[in-house]
């Protein structure tokens, strides 16, 4: 499936929920995450959407790494779904416990 129709359909998702949604875009900055999301608690996440099959690049990786903020590679709509529900009910209390979700985390593990 194509990067841009998983994109759309998590974002149509997200919003269907009450989450926040935002095109992330950095002029100055390149290998950002695509989206910005915000559940109802005012907690961020970002999703990296790919093409089917396809990883987040080294670049991007670095940036992900660097924004010390939990940012999500989907490469499929279920993917992303699952992301977006897992945040939805999340709460600072709960990230306290427990800590972020982890499926489908961009994996630094290649980077140096």
Not at 8 to 27: D, H, I, P
Not at 74 to 99: M, Q, R, Y
Request: hydrophobic share 35%.
């Amino acid at each position: 499936m194509k990067e841009s129709t998983i994109e759309k359909n998590a974002w149509q998702y997200a919003e269907t929920l009450g989450l926040f949604q935002a095109k992330f875009k950095s002029e100055h900055n390149r290998s950002v995450p695509d989206r910005l999301f915000i559940n109802y608690m005012g907690l961020t996440f970002y999703i990296e959407f790919k093409a089917t099959g396809k990883e987040a690049t080294d670049n991007q990786k670095r940036k992900h790494r660097d924004m010390h903020a939990p940012v999500y590679t989907c490469d499929s709509f279920a993917k992303a779904k699952e992301v977006i529900n897992a945040w939805h009910v999340l709460t600072p209390g709960a990230i306290e416990d427990e800590g972020i979700p982890e499926m489908h985390l961009t994996d630094l593990s290649s980077l140096d």
